[in-house]
T-cell receptor, first 111, second 111 residues
Framework: NAGVTQTPKFQVLKTGQSMTLQCAQD?????MSWYRQDPGMGLRLIHYSVGAGITDQGEVPNGYNVSRSTTEDFPLRLLSAAPSQTSVYFC??????????FGQGTRLTVV | SQKIEQNSEALNIQEGKTATLTCNYTNYSPAYLQWYRQDPGRGPVFLLL?????KEKRKERLKVTFDTTLKQSLFHITASQPADSATYLC??????????FGGGTRVLVKP
């Protein structure tokens, strides 16, 4: 099993560009989440999903969009990148009342 | 609003001693609480889960306690080793679907 796979690992964007961070899991988990982590800080929840077709906002959703068309995939879209979105992004998946599995992260720099 | 607090100051400890980390939460009624380890540049990795009706949980050199009256969890690393140096994150989980984390405490074990 691959677990949770995130792509790309690194990305540099110019201000105003859009892009999609990919996240896929092969564990048939119903719950998937996106977090951002800034230097020296914990994980902040951006968006999450409890199943295909169902998404909800976390703590810091502004500037990001998500969709969940399949159980396996949960892409995160940056609509118009800003320097404040420079961060490391983690995707996680979990089943009810069990541990969360995290991807390796995407390090995004917006210049 | 819901809040999760971990000591943001790094914990420096001598090899062989016990490291004790604290996780306090407010405006939460977690059904269970999880602890994760995060190494630099990597995603968090699950360590332990303790349920609200459990006072204590152990796994090898790790011990977690959960006091729902004090709204606090303590995480102990006994006989600490330099390989235990990492950031440790707590995640109280209430009913519902969001999984949110404290800011983490960095532990540095010196030989």
């Amino acid at each position: 099993n691959a677990g949770v796979t995130q792509t790309p690992k690194f990305q540099v964007l110019k201000t105003g560009q859009s892009m999609t961070l990919q996240c896929a899991q092969d564990m048939n988990h119903e719950y998937m989440s996106w977090y951002r982590q800034d230097p020296g800080m914990g994980l902040r929840l951006i968006h999450y999903s409890v199943g295909a077709g169902i998404t909800d906002q976390g703590e810091v959703p502004n500037g990001y969009n998500v969709s969940r068309s399949t159980t396996e995939d949960f892409p995160l879209r940056l609509l118009s990148a800003a320097p404040s979105q420079t961060s490391v992004y983690f995707c996680a998946s979990t089943s009810a009342a069990t541990e969360a599995f995290f991807g390796q992260g995407t390090r995004l720099t917006v210049v | 609003s819901q809040k999760i607090e971990q000591n943001s100051e790094a914990l420096n400890i001598q090899e062989g001693k016990t490291a004790t980390l604290t996780c306090n939460y407010t405006n939460y009624s977690p059904a269970y609480l999880q602890w994760y380890r995060q190494d630099p540049g990597r995603g968090p990795v699950f360590l332990l889960l303790i349920r609200e009706n459990e006072k204590e949980k152990r796994k090898e050199r790790l011990k977690v306690t959960f006091d729902t009256t004090l709204k606090q969890s303590l995480f102990h690393i006994t006989a600490s080793q330099p390989a235990d140096s990492a950031t440790y994150l707590c995640a109280p989980k209430a009913a519902g679907n969001k999984l949110t984390f404290g800011g983490g405490t960095r532990v540095l074990v010196k030989p």
